[in-house]
């Protein structure tokens, strides 16, 4: 396969330093569309209305190509959006390994599996090469929550199973990832003037730190972890804090442990507050006395893939005709592929070799992009 490695850097590099945090992906969404139309007049693009939904200033895009080769339709996803810091991105490259200037993210997570799919229909269009029809996806604010992917309209898509390409590694698939329960708590106490009243205060914040001393934090077992990611609470050092607010999240692989283990933290909080006695020379008005308000919600459903699935054998093929050997693990984090998973859409997720993700130490190796192009062109052009 004749992968143009200089090509697919360039429009790496130029993606790069297209600002596009989450919420603000438009004009990358206006360079694709562009590119789109004027490299391949033979595709449909569409968009959905995901912004009213996501409150993204884009919408979710979904580029269709009829297919040359018999066989059911696949997609492609990747996300448009990139954490921060992500504005004024400058690319450095040393050889074949690319990084950000180091006061921002390179935004690999997700723009290289971007470029990988853009060059990958390059070279089936050179080649003319026969293929399946095929989707590609580009969903909006994916690092906040998974929102585009939530919203997506599925009816856009010709494809019912695919590929999310946005993991670590390369040659590698996964096949397997936790769902995760986000929650968060408000602690409200009692203001007062920490200098002069200090006895007519409850103080909020560390109520709240006595509730996150107790619970099960990090990796709680093989399957299952836990984090506090988020405190705020108080106005001023004058002042004893009248309320603390806590978010955190729970992932498990075991839906049974994710419900377990989110009750264990719920009822440890609460214990805290009910539990709650006022201190020596407390002088607080009758009835006064700490209250929370706990909320918990589904980030995403857990995904898993049985090894005999259509999306997993697809990939064994493509990799025989690759003499490469492609492993096959289960992940830590959630991505869109948890979304389409749990609405029915068969997806399993392609490493494409970025490292250090969300951090200004984040880098890509130009090689990995390639081997990664070379398994999409590969799957694209393997029939049923």
Same mark, same amino acid.
């Given at each position: ?38 490299? !391949?007049?033979?595709? =449909? ?29 696949? !997609?492609?996803?990747?996300? $448009? ?57 580009? =969903? ?24 999310? $390409? ?19 708590? &408000? ?8 200098? $002069? ?107 898993? $893939? ?53 951090? =200004? ?10 081997? &990664? ?12």
């Amino acid at each position: 396969m004749n992968i143009n490695s200089e090509r697919l850097a360039t429009v790496f590099t130029a993606m790069c330093s297209i600002d596009s945090p989450s919420g603000q992906e438009a004009t990358m969404s206006a360079f694709l569309k562009n590119l789109f139309a004027q490299e !391949f007049p033979e595709a =449909t693009i569409a968009e959905d209305d995901s912004a009213q939904a996501t409150g993204s200033d884009a919408n979710n895009l979904v580029i269709h190509f009829p297919g040359t080769l018999a066989g059911k339709p696949i !997609f492609f996803n990747c996300h $448009l959006d990139t954490v921060e810091p992500a504005r004024g991105v400058r690319v450095l490259r040393e050889g074949s390994r690319f990084s950000s200037a180091g006061d921002t993210i390179l935004g690999g997570d997700d723009k290289a599996g971007i470029a990988i799919l853009i060059e990958a229909i390059r070279c089936i269009k050179e080649a003319e090469l026969c293929h399946l029809p095929f989707d590609f996806v580009f =969903t909006t604010s994916e690092e906040i929550g998974l929102r585009g992917a939530k919203a997506l309209d599925l009816s856009l898509l010709h494809a019912k199973e695919g590929y999310a $390409l946005d993991s670590t590694g390369v040659d590698l698939l996964i096949v397997g990832a936790p769902a995760a329960n986000h929650f968060r708590f &408000t602690v409200t106490g009692a203001a007062a003037h920490a200098g $002069l009243h200090p006895e007519r205060g409850i103080n909020a914040i560390q109520l709240a730190a006595r509730c996150l001393a107790d619970l099960p934090l990090g990796r709680i077992d093989e399957e299952s972890t836990a984090n506090i990611g988020r405190i705020s609470g108080g106005t001023a050092t004058n002042i004893i804090p009248e309320t603390a607010v806590v978010e955190g999240e729970i992932r498990s692989h075991s839906p049974e442990k994710l419900a377990r283990y989110s009750k264990q933290i719920q009822n440890t909080i609460q214990g805290v507050i009910d539990g709650w006695t006022p201190g020596p020379g407390a002088h607080l008005a009758s009835g006064v006395r700490p209250r929370l308000d706990f909320q918990i919600s589904q980030e995403y459903p857990a995904m898993h $893939l049985d090894r005999s699935a259509s999306v997993l054998r697809r990939v064994d093929k493509a990799a025989a005709l690759l003499q490469r050997e492609i492993r096959y693990e289960r992940a830590g984090g959630g991505s869109d592929a948890n979304i389409f998973n749990g609405k029915g859409v068969q997806t399993a997720i392609i490493g494409i070799g970025m490292d250090h993700v969300h951090s =200004t130490d984040e880098t890509i190796d130009l090689r990995d992009m390639e081997r &990664t192009a070379e398994l999409v062109i590969a799957i694209l052009t393997t029939q049923d």
